[in-house]
């Protein structure tokens, strides 16, 4: 189920992106030749005007072929190369390749907002003008090969009860369970969660080097309420959080390719599909705004990264606009080409590493 939720997924998404490459090079002027939904090999196709909407085989998302995406001949100067994508204005080209970012950004704006207006987790601290409703503990992170880890607990999930044999925390709250396991740092800390709808119990012991100075079992917590906000503050707050989740995932994603190029970087720091199917699996369990909330945070991941000005993405394409703005003149159609390819490979290749480390994890 976690793997068709995560086809689901990523094919909206990607289809989002699609549709804003889509919609701007209609607006712009710019011949479409086809918008498919899925890959090929096609299902069904119907040609519309001068575009071929088409449904394909493998259901990874979908695509839009734009004239003159990868110059040629005849984009360039053949019949009809004035609807070509690069003969039209700098400025015409830039909004289409930004399109694509800008949907994701704008899709993850919406379900941020519709959470909000759901009811969505939230902190206690929250300041805004409505309280946050029916607070409870619960784990936001996990250390790893904590005994928390090793005792299954993952984050989201509500703690509902903490004792020893002895004593019962009769107060729960992050600075009281800290405190409680602290006291009890040489006994046996049973703990009570919710995850959803189920509930179980688990036995833990504290370990050194964890937390510096003192015995921990390896979470962090927080005071978590449900949210629930009229239309104007939800888009207001839905936009906050976009804009917050952009700067968090630009800053993370800057520090792990400084931290790469300085050879500190570690593939342990990202997650691949197959990662990000377990993450759908565990979501799913919470509820359907917390999938709701992921789908979002991976729309806003995938707009930061097509931003990257490497080769065959967004941004790459974006940064051949630039160059050829400042020199006056286009670049060789063989060298952007031949560039957008081997970005492509690397990007693959990429993706296979990723993929592996998952499974090496996982196993």
Avoid at 24 to 29: I, L, N, R, T, V
Avoid at 90 to 96: C, D, G, L, P, R
Avoid at 143 to 153: D, I, M, Y
Avoid at 261 to 275: A, E, R
């Amino acid at each position: 189920m976690s793997i068709i939720l995560f086809i689901i997924l990523l094919a909206v998404l990607i289809l989002v992106h699609e549709l804003g490459h889509f919609l701007a090079a209609k607006w712009g002027g710019v011949r479409v030749d086809e918008f498919g939904i899925g890959f090929p090999p096609r299902i069904w196709g119907r040609k519309k005007g001068e575009t071929t909407y088409s449904v394909n085989a493998i259901p990874f998302g979908g695509f839009v072929k734009i004239f003159g995406e990868n110059p040629d001949e005849e984009s360039i100067s053949g019949e009809g190369s004035s609807r070509s994508i690069v003969n039209r204005p700098k400025y015409i080209q830039a909004i289409i390749l930004a399109a694509g970012v800008l949907f994701n950004v704008i899709f993850a704006w919406i379900l941020i907002s519709i959470g909000f207006m759901s009811g969505l987790p939230t902190p206690v601290s929250y300041g805004g003008s409505v309280p946050v409703e029916n607070p409870r503990l619960v784990i936001v992170a996990i250390a790893p090969n904590s005994p928390a880890e090793k005792a299954l607990l993952r984050p989201g999930d509500s703690i509902t009860e903490v004792r020893t044999k002895k004593f019962l925390l009769n107060e729960l709250s992050p600075e009281g369970v800290s405190v409680f396991i602290e006291a009890h740092s040489d006994e046996t800390i049973e703990m009570a969660y919710s995850r959803g709808n189920f509930s179980d119990e688990v036995a833990m012991i504290p370990e050194d080097g964890i937390v510096a100075g003192k015995k921990a079992i390896g979470i962090s917590m927080d005071m978590i309420g449900t949210l629930s906000l009229p239309l104007h503050l939800a888009l207001w707050e839905g936009g906050k959080t976009t804009v917050g989740l952009i700067s968090a995932i630009t800053v993370g994603l800057a520090d792990f390719i400084g931290q790469s190029l300085s050879g500190k970087g570690s593939l342990d720091q990202i997650t691949g599909p197959v990662g990000i199917v377990g993450l759908v699996g565990n979501v799913t369990e919470l509820g359907f705004i917390y999938l709701l909330s992921l789908a979002a945070f991976i729309s806003i991941n995938l707009a930061v990264v097509n931003l990257l000005p490497f080769p065959a993405l967004d941004g790459g394409r974006l940064i051949f606009l630039v160059i050829e703005t400042v020199k006056g003149s286009r670049i060789n159609s063989k060298i952007a080409n031949g560039l957008n390819a081997v970005g492509f490979v690397l990007l693959i290749i990429f993706m296979i590493v990723v993929t592996v480390n998952d499974i090496l994890k996982i196993l």
